[in-house]
């Protein structure tokens, strides 16, 4: 196992499965210790138990990114064990059924819904886990976007994605981005970076496995945002080929 991460604290929302696990995987094989961050706990030790199966220190944490009462916790836990976060990466989205009509016909409530996971919930948790990324000496926030998140893609009438037009979901994602950047202008003169990974079309739950990259792919852009060089970019939108157009 590498151990270029040791001694890093990482936690991840929504890492019970998919492209959140396959995170907490690879940030663990290369020797930091992953939180996972699970709504059902039972899930979340599950995950984790896989993990430590493959030699990787991984805890579970409690963590409902739309409930407050478990974000404090997770943020007390994390302090009184570590004293620090290191890497912080927003992966937990939701993508609701209700969201596939023309948008004009998606339910306001469909729209509050997946606000309150995508856009609201990743401020929650990255609001309340700050006083402790600012206690690392390399802090890194990575939001969990989408290309569908694209104004440019979605512009674009010859787009890959043109017909994807869920308006909540592209939506939350757009105003996701546009967190992170602010919020990497307010941290710019301190060690914290922050970015938004695109992992594109991959494989999981949240599009019935339609997706044709791997997990593994899918997590390549969040990782290496994790594990940014001191002089690595930071209130950027990229894919594991680069540069995403806003």
Same mark, same amino acid.
């Given at each position: 196992?590498?151990e270029?991460?040791? %001694?890093?604290?990482? @936690?991840?929302?929504?890492?019970?499965? /998919?492209? !959140?696990? +396959?995170? *907490?995987?690879? &940030?663990?094989?290369? %020797?930091?210790?992953? @939180?996972?961050?699970?709504?059902?706990? /039972?899930? !979340?030790e +599950?995950? *984790?138990?896989? &993990?430590?199966?493959?030699?990787?220190d991984?805890?579970?944490?409690?963590?409902d990114v739309?409930?407050?009462k478990?974000?404090?916790?997770?943020?007390?836990?994390?302090?009184?064990?570590?004293?620090?976060?290191?890497?912080?990466?927003?992966?937990?989205?939701?993508?609701?059924?209700?969201?596939?009509?023309?948008?004009?016909?998606?339910?306001?409530?469909t729209?509050?819904?997946?606000?309150?996971?995508?856009?609201?919930?990743?401020?929650?948790?990255?609001?309340?886990?700050?006083?402790?990324?600012?206690?690392?000496?390399a802090?890194?926030?990575?939001?969990?976007?989408?290309?569908?998140?694209?104004?440019?893609q979605?512009?674009?009438?010859?787009?890959?994605?043109a017909?994807?037009?869920?308006?909540?979901?592209?939506?939350?994602?757009?105003?996701?981005?546009?967190i992170?950047?602010?919020?990497?202008?307010?941290?710019?003169?301190?060690?914290i970076?922050?970015?938004?990974?695109?992992?594109?079309?991959?494989?999981?739950?949240?599009?019935?496995?339609?997706?044709?990259?791997?997990?593994?792919?899918?997590?390549?852009?969040?990782?290496?945002?994790?594990?940014?060089?001191?002089?690595?970019?930071?209130?950027?939108?990229?894919?594991?080929?680069?540069?995403v157009?806003?």
């Amino acid at each position: 196992m590498s151990e270029d991460l040791e %001694g890093k604290i990482a @936690l991840i929302t929504g890492a019970n499965k /998919g492209i !959140g696990y +396959e995170i *907490a995987r690879q &940030l663990g094989s290369r %020797g930091a210790t992953v @939180l996972v961050g699970a709504r059902d706990i /039972g899930r !979340g030790e +599950e995950a *984790a138990n896989k &993990l430590r199966l493959n030699q990787i220190d991984a805890r579970t944490i409690q963590l409902d990114v739309i409930d407050q009462k478990t974000i404090d916790s997770a943020s007390k836990q994390i302090e009184s064990e570590f004293g620090k976060l290191d890497i912080l990466v927003n992966n937990a989205g939701i993508l609701s059924d209700g969201d596939r009509l023309p948008p004009s016909q998606v339910d306001i409530e469909t729209l509050r819904h997946t606000y309150e996971t995508n856009v609201f919930g990743v401020f929650a948790v990255t609001k309340t886990l700050l006083p402790l990324l600012k206690k690392s000496t390399a802090g890194r926030i990575v939001n969990l976007s989408s290309g569908l998140g694209s104004l440019t893609q979605n512009s674009d009438p010859n787009s890959e994605f043109a017909d994807s037009n869920y308006l909540a979901y592209n939506s939350s994602k757009t105003a996701l981005n546009a967190i992170t950047v602010l919020l990497a202008a307010e941290l710019k003169d301190t060690p914290i970076k922050v970015n938004a990974a695109d992992p594109g079309f991959t494989a999981t739950d949240i599009n019935q496995y339609q997706g044709y990259r791997t997990v593994e792919q899918g997590a390549i852009a969040a990782v290496r945002l994790a594990t940014l060089p001191d002089d690595g970019s930071s209130g950027g939108y990229f894919d594991e080929n680069g540069v995403v157009p806003w």
